[in-house]
């Protein structure tokens, strides 16, 4: 009859032993938490997404925002989150949290259209920028519920603008 256990070798020429069953149900258990560790990245990049879109308005690859003073709309091409999850420590698994880290949005190129002469431009669009502002969010899944922190916003007086009235924004037009 073959013998069906595994044996590990731990430090200093010690060994453990399991049965093959045992040692299956680990690496399922790793892969399993794993997987939920993925999806609740995902969940946290949905929850930083809905907050984002509360000033900012996606049209196809662009973002776009209004600002009041001064009166200026801002586009922001390809906006990209990245998440970094933190590593969980036995008081923060004791008190019930799954899941903290950051979602920061990152643009590839951005531009303002400015209504009148400012020192920082206008009227009109300015050309095109490489990179652009970030924004950071912190978040939390503690007993199921997420909790958000908006680290770094900018600017804090955004306001969505519909893609059309950005997409036909001229000087004249006193919009």
């Known amino acids: 009859m073959l013998d069906r256990r595994v044996y590990f070798r731990l430090h ?4 453990i032993m399991f049965s ?3 040692v299956i149900c680990v690496f399922w258990l790793a892969g399993f938490t794993t997987a939920l560790a993925e999806n609740e990245s995902a ?4 929850q930083a997404s809905a907050a984002f879109s509360r000033f900012w308005t996606q049209c196809g690859d662009i973002w776009v925002t209004s600002l009041d003073a001064p009166r200026v709309y801002m586009q922001f091409k390809k906006m990209t989150p990245t998440v970094s999850q933190d590593k969980l420590t036995s008081a923060d698994t ?11 949005f990152r643009a590839e190129a951005y531009r303002t259209f400015y209504f009148q002469k400012t020192a920082s431009g206008g009227p009109g669009w ?3 920028s490489t990179g652009g502002r970030a924004w950071l969010y912190q978040l939390t899944l503690t007993n199921g519920q997420w909790r958000l922190v908006e680290k770094d916003v900018y600017p804090k007086d955004a306001k969505p603008v519909a893609c059309e009235i950005v997409n ?5 037009a006193g919009q």
Do not use: Q, Y
């Open 94 to 104: 004791l008190n019930g949290i799954t899941w903290r880290g950051t979602v920061l």
């Open 168 to 172: 036909s924004a001229r000087v004249d």
């Open 43 to 46: 969940t946290a990049v949905k």
């Open 20 to 22: 093959r069953k045992v």
């Open 12 to 15: 200093r020429g010690m060994h």
């Open 126 to 128: 300015e050309p095109w």
